[in-house]
């Protein structure tokens, strides 16, 4: 039967199933979600033997236990920390992954498709491989238990993905107005900032949401290189909060994982509609 040849009931029908279908769908991914929250106000019993959303009570005293921690200092203190770690990572790791995808993507220079494979090259090694010479490249210039460590990388343009991830989006972005520019007497770092970045803003918020979401999880980095339980991220701390020795209270450790993906939930809705565009496209059309 064609397009043509359906009736509004058919439309109607085939319509409903679709949304049905999402329907269902939503219903399987979003489950473990909701079911976090819902543990959140459960007794340790109810978590291990009930896999129902409902709790027997609406009791919001783990988010308090859990945000005080069992440590001297409260969530506050780590969700700073992380912060502290994100906000400049993320600074460092678009300026510099701009330069270099604007450079690989607009010049030419001796070396240059090499150079772009062996980054493109990097990207399939597995991060766990440069452990241990970069712990040892650090300790030598003395900057375990510091911040420094998980934040400078970055601005050496060493997340290889977002610069491959900027490069394809430039190659998209037509010469003309950076050509129209070059003649009224632009150089390249003001073609960039006044012509390039804006068209790029897509793809940026998209390296920001990405950068965010990895730096706010990221757990192996900072259980290597931070010592100080004041320094801890929440990522850490959530960690920490398991004891290994006591019972644990696991509506509190729920709660606070909950607290914790505020955060990053906020920033891609937010920006989800710069996000999903520069994620999914390669450039602009016409």
Same mark, same amino acid.
């Given at each position: 039967m064609s397009q043509a040849a359906l009736t509004p009931e058919s439309e109607r029908a085939n319509a409903w199933m679709r949304y049905a279908a999402l329907l269902a769908v939503a219903t399987v991914m979003l489950?473990?979600? =909701?079911w976090l +929250?819902?543990?959140t106000f459960k007794t340790n019993a109810e978590i291990h033997t009930e896999i129902g959303l409902w709790p027997?009570?609406?009791d919001f005293g783990a988010y308090a236990k859990g945000w005080k921690t069992s440590t001297e200092y409260t969530f506050a203190t780590y969700f700073l920390n992380s912060f502290a770690i994100v906000v400049p990572r993320i600074v460092v790791t678009v300026i510099s992954c701009v330069l270099v995808a604007y450079a690989f993507a607009r010049f030419e220079f001796f070396g240059k498709k090499l150079l772009f494979s062996i980054m +493109?090259?990097? &990207? &399939?090694?597995p991060l766990i491989v440069l452990r241990l010479p970069q712990y040892l490249m650090f300790k030598e210039l003395g900057w375990l238990d510091t911040y420094l460590p998980l934040i400078l990388p970055s601005a050496f343009a060493t997340d290889t993905f977002f610069v491959f991830m900027l490069v394809q989006f430039l190659r998209g972005i037509p010469r003309d107005m950076e050509e129209a520019a070059q003649i009224d007497g632009c150089n390249a770092l003001q073609m960039l900032w006044h @012509?390039?970045?804006?068209?790029?803003?897509?793809?940026? @918020?998209?390296?920001? +949401?990405?950068?965010?979401?990895?730096?706010?999880?990221?757990f192996m980095g900072p259980l290597?290189? =931070?010592?100080?339980?004041?320094?801890?991220? +929440?990522?850490?701390?959530?960690? &920490?909060?398991?004891?290994?020795?006591?019972?644990?209270?696991w509506a509190n450790v729920i709660a606070i994982s909950v607290v914790?993906? !505020?955060p990053s939930l906020a920033v891609?809705? &937010?920006? *989800?509609?710069?996000? !999903?565009?520069?994620?999914?496209?390669?450039? !602009? *059309?016409?």
């Open positions: 489950y473990p979600l =909701l +929250v819902a543990a027997s009570r609406f +493109v090259g990097t &990207m &399939m090694l @012509i390039i970045v804006p068209l790029l803003k897509p793809a940026i @918020i998209s390296v920001v +949401v990405f950068q965010f979401i990895w730096t706010m999880n990221d290597i290189y =931070l010592a100080s339980v004041e320094k801890y991220p +929440v990522s850490l701390a959530l960690k &920490m909060s398991i004891g290994a020795t006591e019972e644990v209270e914790a993906l !505020i891609f809705f &937010m920006a *989800q509609r710069h996000f !999903i565009e520069g994620a999914a496209s390669s450039g !602009i *059309q016409g």
